[in-house]
C-alpha cells in the first residue's frame, strides 16, 4: 500500500504522486465530507493538463474534462445524492466506465456493486484542517 502525507499547500504534489503511481485510470476516492477528494481531483485534472476549472459535479453527477487539443481527458462522477444503483444505471453508467479515459469517482460506496474489480481505491484521512493522509 502507498501511502502520502501531504497538506493543502501540496496538493498538487499529492496529485502528480497518485498520476505516477497508479496501475489503472480507475480512482475512486474514499473519505468523509470535507476530506478534500474534489480538491484533489481538480488538483488531478490540472496535472492532466485539463483546461478551465475543474468543480464538483454534486448536482449533475458527472463532469467531463478536456485538454488544450478538446480531447476528453476524465471523467468525474460525485455520487453522493445518489439513492441507489440503478440511478447510476440511468445515467448510463456503463458507457462512462467503458472508456480510456481517466474515470475518477467520489462517493463510490453508492455503487459498490458496478465498480471494476481493478479500480484503484484512494483513501483521504483528515489529521488536521491543512493536513491529510492518502493511501491506497
Given at each position: ?72 481527458i476524465a471523467y468525474h462522477f460525485d455520487f453522493y445524492r445518489l ?10 453508467i456503463e458507457d462512462y466506465f467503458n472508456t480510456d479515459s481517466w ?34
Amino acid at each position: 500500500m502507498k501511502k502520502l502525507v501531504y497538506t493543502d499547500k501540496e496538493v498538487t504534489d499529492a496529485a502528480a504522486y497518485i498520476i505516477n503511481n497508479v496501475a489503472h485510470k480507475f480512482l475512486c476516492f474514499y473519505g468523509e465530507m470535507g476530506a478534500g477528494k474534489t480538491t484533489l481531483i481538480k488538483a488531478i485534472v490540472t496535472e492532466l493538463g485539463g483546461q478551465g476549472q475543474a468543480n464538483s459535479p454534486t448536482f449533475g453527477i458527472v463532469n467531463e474534462y478536456y485538454d488544450l487539443k478538446e480531447e476528453l481527458i476524465a471523467y468525474h462522477f460525485d455520487f453522493y445524492r445518489l439513492n441507489d444503483e440503478v440511478e447510476a444505471y440511468d445515467i448510463g453508467i456503463e458507457d462512462y466506465f467503458n472508456t480510456d479515459s481517466w474515470v475518477f469517482i467520489e462517493w463510490p460506496e453508492k455503487i459498490q456493486n458496478l465498480l471494476p474489480s481493478d479500480a484503484i481505491k484512494i483513501k483521504i484521512e483528515v489529521v488536521d484542517s491543512v493536513t491529510r493522509v492518502l493511501s491506497f
